[in-house]
Every structure is written in C-alpha cells, then in structure tokens.
C-alpha cells in the first residue's frame, strides 16, 4: 500500500481534510474526456454533512445521491477534476480499487511485479508528492508463509488480523485472541511476538531466524 499527499486544489483532498475523521472510498471510476464519472461513499458520523460539502464543491458537476444512512453516504457523481486518472496514465501501474482518501492522503493498493512497483515509485518521488510506503508484500517462488513459522505461530497471526488485534485502533485485546485460540494470555503473546519477529527479520533482512 502506498499513502499520497493530495495536492490542495483535488476537490477531495479539501473536503477530506474538511472533514479529517471521514473515509471517503472512490469505489469505481471511469474518465470520459474532460471529466470523470464516479461512485464513492463517505463514512463519518455526519454522513449527510459530507455529502453535501461534496454536492457542493465547485469541481462536482452532477451529483446524485444514491443512499444515505445514520453513517455512510453513497453517490454518483461527475468530476471536473482528473488528477487520479492523470497519474494513472503517466504511472506503470493502474491502482486498484477502492481508492481511500483520509485527511488529504490516498491510499492505493497495488499489484505488480516488484520492478514495475519500484518504476511507480520513482515516478512518484519524481512528482514531488510526499508519500508514505504502508506496506509491500512479496512472494517468493517457496511457500514462504510455511517454512517462516510454526503452526502455532501461523495460526496465532491470521486470528490477530482477522480479529482486528493490528488494527488502529484495536478492534480485539490480547486476552480476547488468547480465548479465541483457546491459550491463556501469555502463551498468546509469546506466540504473537516470536511470529511478528519473524516475519519482520525476514522482510527487513531476507533471513528466517530461530523458531
């Protein structure tokens, strides 16, 4: 995952930092000339407010509401503003959808080979847009998953990330994975810590350290 800075002027860098606490999600897009046609919702605690910033900022020409509840809005719109789909057309790599905006950052999911990703992201440096890499996810031609950790370990980390242990904030304490892998709390973490040591030597370093 890889987070842009959005220049000022995109209508929805100014209306996400508008609204800094909002996700805004560009579910699917399409350019057409001069102009582009998109579906996107925005999550927030005032969905109707975020809707109508939207409706209303200058760059939106057409907008239509298609659904709005107590925390989300969804809408079809016609954008004077191509910016993404200009970058997309000078970058290696189309991003994938949805395209998160938070508080003036995308958020872009890529998938490609690891040199096409290190073309996109010089072409990103190139822009001058500040950026953030989140996070790069390499397979290797071994099952890499299987030989880098225990069962015990493998199975301690997917519950973490299904469960939402690594999320910000967390959506399950430790005690809670601990019950749902059925170990008391501090075999959990010693699992936890030996598994995420793991991986992250062999991600920084390449090398597979001791069980």
């Keep these: 995952m890889?987070?842009?800075?959005?220049?000022?002027?995109?209508?929805?860098?100014?209306?996400?930092?508008?609204?800094?606490?909002?996700?805004?999600?560009?579910l699917s897009g399409?350019?057409?000339d001069d102009t582009a046609v998109e579906l996107g919702e925005g999550v927030a605690e005032e969905p109707r407010e975020v809707?109508?910033?939207v409706a209303?900022?200058?760059?939106?020409?057409?907008?239509?509401?298609?659904?709005?509840?107590e925390d989300r809005?969804?809408?079809k719109y016609e954008t004077t503003d191509t910016g993404l789909y200009?970058?997309?057309?000078?970058?290696s790599l189309p991003p994938e959808f949805p395209v998160v905006v938070r508080d003036g950052w995308y958020e872009l999911d890529y998938t490609g080979t690891r040199e096409e990703f290190d073309t996109l992201r010089a072409g990103v440096e190139a822009s001058g847009f500040r950026h953030e890499l989140v996070s790069l996810v390499e397979t290797a031609g071994r099952d890499t998953k299987n030989e880098l950790l225990t069962e015990r370990q493998r199975e301690m980390l997917e519950a973490a990330l299904r469960e939402g242990y690594f999320e910000v904030p967390r959506d399950c304490t430790l005690a809670e994975l601990a019950d749902e892998i059925g170990v008391d709390k501090s075999t959990a973490s010693g699992v936890l810590r030996r598994g995420e040591a793991r991986v992250l030597r062999w991600f920084l370093t390449g090398v597979d350290g001791e069980r």
């Design 2 to 26: 890889l987070r842009i800075e959005l220049p000022e002027d995109y209508w929805v860098a100014e209306v996400s930092r508008e609204f800094p606490d909002a996700t805004f999600r560009l």
């Design 56 to 69: 209303e900022h200058p760059h939106i020409t057409d907008y239509q509401r298609l659904e709005l509840t």
């Design 86 to 91: 200009n970058f997309v057309e000078d970058s």
């Design 73 to 75: 809005s969804l809408a």
């Design 30 to 32: 399409v350019r057409t």
């Design 51 to 53: 809707s109508e910033a």
